[in-house]
């Protein structure tokens, strides 16, 4: 399985995003692919099971819509402005469109309770099959990724994780102390056997990230120093708010 795409250029967290730009828009994507950085998304479901690139389960702090993602069409997403911008919540094959290949894609699946997973990976994988460029899938979703790695199982796979997570990151859910230690341990990759990991830049290193032997991302690096620190330890960098070198 090749996976030296994940280890070329520094990966845009979102596309490259500003203040200008919104994050996980089609001009942040663009301006990606116009500086050749791989392009680092997050993949959802709308409640008609469109698949949109949006990060949070909530739509108030990009759209200031008092809605969860989930509980919206595609068509009632797409009126939607991100950041007071014209920028509008994009759809995958949008990006798909877009890049063409031209840069590696790096696809977060978040996490869709509400839907079934199965069904879910199934969208995923067939919207991405016919396409032809560098692509790679990551999720703090155990099941997602072992799922996806059965769909596809040529696509690189890898497994997000973290030391630091509170209750509210897993939707107060009475199981959350149990999950958090899963993520912090990435207690299920010998279960799963991930391609790569995907840690926090500021939790590396530890028992976890040391223990795995394969290709490493360090995510959200924001800084010179923060990449300097980062690479003693990953093999790349997932990054935003500033211009590393290609």
Same mark, same amino acid.
């Given at each position: ?48 099971? +469109? ?35 014209? +920028? ?137 120093? +923060? +990449? ?19």
């Amino acid at each position: 399985m090749d996976m030296t795409f994940l280890q070329g250029a520094p990966i845009a967290h979102r596309g490259l995003h500003d203040k200008s730009i919104p994050e996980n828009s089609m001009a942040a994507f663009r301006a990606a692919i116009q500086k050749g950085f791989p392009i680092e998304t997050d993949v959802r479901l709308s409640s008609d099971g +469109e698949l949109l690139l949006f990060h949070d389960n909530t739509l108030l702090r990009m759209t200031g819509a008092r809605l969860g993602a989930i509980d919206c069409t595609a068509e009632e997403l797409s009126r939607l402005r991100l950041n007071g911008t014209e +920028e509008r919540i994009p759809h995958l094959y949008d990006l798909l469109e877009e890049t063409r290949g031209k840069v590696p894609l790096l696809i977060e699946i978040k996490n869709v309770p509400e839907r079934d997973a199965r069904a879910f990976l199934t969208a995923l994988a067939d919207a991405l099959k016919g396409y032809r460029g560098a692509f790679a899938i990551q999720s703090f979703v155990p099941k997602y990724v072992k799922l996806f790695k059965e769909l596809r199982p040529n696509v690189p796979c890898g497994i997000l994780g973290c030391a630091h997570t509170t209750k509210a990151d897993f939707g107060g859910s009475l199981f959350w102390k149990f999950k958090a230690r899963v993520i912090r341990e990435l207690s299920m990759n010998g279960r799963i056997k991930p391609d790569f990991i995907s840690y926090a830049a500021a939790d590396y290193p530890n028992r976890a990230t040391e223990k795995f032997e394969g290709l490493k991302l360090a995510w959200t690096v924001r800084s010179p120093k +923060e +990449e300097a620190r980062a690479r003693q330890y990953a093999d790349n960098i997932i990054f935003e708010n500033y211009l590393p070198t290609v």
